[in-house]
Nanobody, 124 residues
């Protein structure tokens, strides 16, 4: 049973913007901290951003601070990742994840549920 579905990934030029979405069930969004991770070819899965269950706390990897913004709309059961000033090194598959906690951890092993991922490719 699929519970997290990412969308919004595509090919974009460096300097451009994308907004990723992660559709979830109401049960997940009301009880889980949420995170975004990414994995580039040949590399390990990397933390990007996390948001608390209530949306008042966020955390970002240093490489995306000031460029990416994580948010959640609990009425629409959706988590977003707004990505601005995209760089070639942001190219990766982006995954949405849910952690049974009030907050989201940067450690991917702490997450209980994962989406299938959406491809983001940034060209120079």
């Amino acid at each position: 049973q699929v519970q997290l579905v990412e969308s919004g990934g595509r090919l974009v030029q460096a300097g451009g913007s994308l907004k990723l979405s992660c559709a979830t069930s109401e049960l997940i969004l009301n009880k889980y901290g949420m995170g975004w991770f990414r994995q580039a070819p040949g590399k390990e899965r990397e933390f990007v951003a996390a948001i608390s269950r209530g949306g008042t706390w966020t955390s970002y990897h240093d490489s995306v601070k000031g460029r990416f913004t994580i948010s959640r709309d609990n009425e629409r059961n959706t988590v977003y990742l707004q990505m601005n000033s995209l760089q070639v090194q942001d190219t990766a598959i982006y995954y949405c994840a849910a952690q049974a906690s009030s907050y989201g951890s940067p450690d991917p092993t702490r997450y209980d549920k994962w989406g299938q991922g959406t491809q983001v490719t940034v060209s120079s």
